[in-house]
C-alpha cells in the first residue's frame, strides 16, 4: 500500500486525475472503475479540464461504476448514473455506450448483479479503480461486516450510511436504504487501485484502512492485501496516522 499524504483536497485530485491519465496514455481503452460521493467530484473537475485542453480523451475507454441505489431510475436526479452525467460523462469526450452503473429498477436485480460480474469480465477486467472511504471504512457499498470475498449484490445501506448521504436528498424525498454495489472481490480483482479520503472526519476511517488489522468491521482494511494500491489522502484525513 503506497501511501500519498498531500496538502489539500485539490493537490489529492491533481494526484488521482494524473494516474487516470497515465492510465489511459498507456492504454487508449483502458478499464476505469470510477466512484461517486463528494471526494471525486474535484478529480472529476480535472480530467474534464485536461479533455477540454486536448490533453487527455476517452474516446476509447470504458468504465465501470461501483454502486447504484436499488430502486432509483437512471433518470432520477439522485441516482449514480445522474450523478455521473453530470460530473463527468456529459462533458468528456467518452461514448455513453462504454460507460456502466448497475441498473437500479432492474427487473431480476440478482441476475442485473451476476450480469454486472460478467460485463466487467468481459471487458477485460479493471485496470484502475477509483475508491472513496466512506467514514465507517466502508469501500463503494460494503458496509462494515461485507464478506472479504464478496461480489457485486444487493446490499442494505447502514444507518450511518443513510445518515451520511441524507444531504443528497431532499427532506421529503424517497432515500433508497438497499444498493447494487460491486463485492469487495470484485474491487480486489482491479489491476491498480486508487482510493481517496479527503477532510478530518475521515480521519478514523483512514487511520483502521492503513494501520488496523485487517478485518471485515472496516472494508477498506483489506486493501492492505492488494498489491498496487495507491492510497492518497489529505493532511486532514491523514491527522490520525501514527
Ligand atoms: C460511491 C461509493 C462510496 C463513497 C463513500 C465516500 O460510489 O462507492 O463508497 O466513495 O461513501 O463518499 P464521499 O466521497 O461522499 O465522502
Redesign the pocket.
Known amino acids: 500500500m503506497k501511501v500519498i499524504i498531500l496538502p489539500d483536497a485539490q493537490a489529492v485530485a491533481e494526484y488521482a486525475a494524473t494516474q487516470i491519465q497515465q492510465q489511459i496514455a498507456r492504454r487508449a481503452d483502458s478499464v476505469l472503475g470510477l466512484?461517486?460521493?463528494?471526494?471525486p467530484l474535484h478529480t472529476y473537475a480535472q480530467l474534464i479540464e485536461r479533455v477540454r485542453r486536448g490533453k487527455l480523451s476517452f474516446r476509447a475507454v470504458r468504465t465501470f461504476?461501483?454502486?447504484e441505489y436499488l430502486g432509483l431510475a437512471a433518470d432520477h436526479p439522485q441516482s449514480?448514473r445522474s450523478f455521473m452525467d453530470q460530473h463527468l460523462f456529459s462533458h468528456i469526450d467518452i461514448n455513453r455506450e462504454n460507460t456502466y452503473v448497475p441498473d437500479g429498477m432492474a427487473t431480476d436485480p440478482q441476475q442485473a448483479c451476476a450480469d454486472y460480474e460478467l460485463a466487467i469480465r468481459a471487458a477485460g477486467g479493471i485496470d484502475l479503480q477509483l475508491?472513496?472511504?466512506?467514514r465507517n471504512g466502508?469501500?463503494?457499498?460494503n458496509e462494515p461486516s461485507s464478506s472479504l470475498g464478496s461480489r457485486t449484490r444487493i446490499k442494505t445501506l447502514t444507518s450511518a450510511?443513510i445518515a451520511d448521504n441524507a444531504r443528497f436528498f431532499h427532506a421529503d424525498e424517497f432515500q433508497p436504504h438497499l444498493s447494487i454495489t460491486m463485492g469487495i472481490g470484485t474491487i480486489l480483482e482491479a489491476r491498480q487501485i486508487t482510493l481517496l479520503a479527503t477532510g478530518e472526519s475521515k480521519a478514523p476511517a483512514v487511520q483502521a484502512m492503513i494501520e488496523g488489522a485487517i478485518s471485515a468491521a472496516c472494508p477498506a482494511s483489506i486493501l492492505q492485501m492488494h498489491p498496487n494500491v495507491t492510497v492518497v489522502i489529505d493532511e486532514a484525513a491523514a491527522q490520525q496516522l501514527k
Open positions: 466512484a461517486t460521493g463528494s471526494t461504476n461501483l454502486d449514480y475508491l472513496g472511504l466512506g466502508h469501500i463503494g457499498f450510511t
